[in-house]
């Protein structure tokens, strides 16, 4: 037989669509729970007094006793040797105050209430991501804070200001504390303004941000001394590296810091720190369509992945010392790669690929910096890089 235990959990499964009543504004209540146990004779007569003991914790439970809660419904049903036993046929809650004494929501549904018409007072538009998430109109009690957040963006959909910057009375960590349902609220509010693409919230919604740096060295002493008064190892953010403007006809994107910072003098030329897969945060660099680019990574299947990223960016990558020929000069360098089950399609010539392939089916890796510095120059002088 069901407990009083088992209709509030039968109960609780119902919270939302009772919070979704209340935005819809319509009568969820009363309703029932038909299904309270099976009751047969054979399982009276072998446990009559228990029974009749849960029987009496369900009465005692009920409105009928406590003035609020569910009701208990019962009827008479004769049995051949145990004779008339009353016998509970539907537990029945009849409304919205006995739901919450019953479920213990009586605060939670106050609050919901309160948000639901402050929210939807000021942003009307906001109803469907209350009915679609009901329960964050109570675990996010600052809705008027998010509502003056959500205010500012509307009239400010590309703000270019720092989250700390923005001309909002909210305490100041406000928007980073709460950048998840902000950015529920402002898809529906700004949708149209934001860049979708973007999982970042400064990303999305045209926020200043701590960018990633760019380090890099100029290789050519004239461009050094004629743009940046002789510093030839900078790093500046992201979107301040996308703008420069200098004589370069060449860059190399190299994995290794080392070999960054030895590599050798060259005219015309840059060199920078490609860090792994974060060379991501160059994609949007676009001087590099219309100048020669190579990219110089570990001889390894992550070294041959990252230069097919680099390249999907940027079709006119070159591979830089990442050929057969290098591998056997130095073979004896090699040692254990990192193994992974990547099957896509890489972005790569025949000769990469092939040495790809070797190198995935064996796990080896020659790391960069195993290749001597004299090599890295002798390559240069006798190849088209150098030009």
């Given at each position: 037989m069901i407990t009083p235990k088992e209709i509030q959990k039968q109960c609780l499964s119902w919270w939302k669509n009772v919070l979704a009543a209340h935005i819809d504004r319509v009568n969820f209540f009363p309703k029932e729970i038909n299904r309270i146990g099976k009751i047969t004779a054979k399982n009276l007569m072998e446990k009559l007094p228990a029974y009749q003991n849960s029987l009496e914790i369900l009465r005692n439970n009920s409105k009928s006793n406590k003035k609020i809660g569910y009701s208990l419904i019962e009827t008479q049903k004769q049995f051949n040797k145990i004779g008339k036993q009353s016998i509970p046929e539907k537990i029945a809650i009849e409304t919205l105050e006995d739901?919450?004494?019953?479920?213990?929501?009586?605060?939670?549904?106050?609050?919901?209430?309160?948000?639901?018409?402050?929210?939807?007072?000021?942003?009307?538009?906001?109803?469907?991501?209350a009915l679609s998430h009901p329960q964050k109109l109570i675990d996010y009690n600052v809705w008027q804070d998010i509502i003056e957040v959500c205010k500012y963006f509307i009239k400010n959909p590309k703000p270019n200001l720092y989250i700390r910057q923005l001309p909002i009375a909210v305490h100041t960590k406000f928007i980073e504390n709460n950048k998840g349902i902000l950015k529920e609220a402002l898809d529906i509010l700004i949708g149209g303004n934001?860049?979708?693409?973007?999982?970042?919230?400064?990303?999305?919604?045209?926020?200043?941000?701590?960018?990633?740096?760019?380090?890099?060295?100029?290789?050519?002493?004239?461009?050094?001394?004629?743009?940046?008064?002789g510093i030839d190892d900078l790093s500046v953010p992201v979107s301040r590296f996308e703008k420069l403007n200098l004589p370069?006809?060449?860059?190399?994107?190299?994995?290794?810091?080392?070999?960054?910072?030895?590599?050798?003098?060259?005219?015309?030329?840059?060199?920078?720190?490609?860090?792994?897969?974060?060379?991501?945060?160059?994609?949007?660099?676009?001087?590099?369509?219309?100048?020669?680019?190579?990219?110089w990574g570990d001889l390894d299947t992550q070294g041959f992945e990252i230069l097919s990223q680099f390249r999907n960016y940027f079709p006119n990558t070159n591979s830089f010392?990442?050929?057969?020929?290098?591998?056997?000069?130095?073979?004896?360098?090699?040692?254990?790669?990192?193994?992974?089950?990547?099957?896509?399609?890489?972005?790569?010539?025949?000769?990469?690929?092939?040495?790809?392939?070797?190198?995935?089916l064996n796990n080896w890796r020659l790391e960069q910096e195993k290749i001597p510095l004299e090599y890295v120059v002798n390559n240069l002088l006798h190849s088209a890089y150098s030009r």
């Amino acid at each position: 037989m069901i407990t009083p235990k088992e209709i509030q959990k039968q109960c609780l499964s119902w919270w939302k669509n009772v919070l979704a009543a209340h935005i819809d504004r319509v009568n969820f209540f009363p309703k029932e729970i038909n299904r309270i146990g099976k009751i047969t004779a054979k399982n009276l007569m072998e446990k009559l007094p228990a029974y009749q003991n849960s029987l009496e914790i369900l009465r005692n439970n009920s409105k009928s006793n406590k003035k609020i809660g569910y009701s208990l419904i019962e009827t008479q049903k004769q049995f051949n040797k145990i004779g008339k036993q009353s016998i509970p046929e539907k537990i029945a809650i009849e409304t919205l105050e006995d739901y919450l004494k019953i479920t213990g929501k009586e605060k939670e549904y106050q609050i919901f209430a309160q948000n639901y018409k402050l929210l939807i007072g000021a942003l009307p538009q906001l109803k469907e991501l209350a009915l679609s998430h009901p329960q964050k109109l109570i675990d996010y009690n600052v809705w008027q804070d998010i509502i003056e957040v959500c205010k500012y963006f509307i009239k400010n959909p590309k703000p270019n200001l720092y989250i700390r910057q923005l001309p909002i009375a909210v305490h100041t960590k406000f928007i980073e504390n709460n950048k998840g349902i902000l950015k529920e609220a402002l898809d529906i509010l700004i949708g149209g303004n934001a860049n979708k693409d973007e999982k970042d919230f400064e990303k999305r919604f045209h926020l200043k941000y701590d960018e990633p740096l760019v380090r890099f060295r100029i290789l050519d002493k004239n461009i050094s001394r004629q743009y940046f008064s002789g510093i030839d190892d900078l790093s500046v953010p992201v979107s301040r590296f996308e703008k420069l403007n200098l004589p370069v006809k060449k860059v190399f994107v190299v994995e290794n810091k080392m070999n960054v910072l030895t590599f050798p003098i060259i005219n015309e030329t840059i060199v920078i720190f490609g860090k792994g897969y974060t060379v991501e945060n160059l994609k949007n660099t676009a001087w590099f369509k219309d100048i020669e680019l190579l990219y110089w990574g570990d001889l390894d299947t992550q070294g041959f992945e990252i230069l097919s990223q680099f390249r999907n960016y940027f079709p006119n990558t070159n591979s830089f010392l990442m050929d057969e020929a290098t591998f056997k000069q130095f073979e004896n360098e090699k040692g254990k790669g990192t193994s992974n089950k990547i099957s896509t399609t890489l972005n790569l010539t025949n000769e990469e690929q092939k040495l790809y392939e070797l190198l995935k089916l064996n796990n080896w890796r020659l790391e960069q910096e195993k290749i001597p510095l004299e090599y890295v120059v002798n390559n240069l002088l006798h190849s088209a890089y150098s030009r």
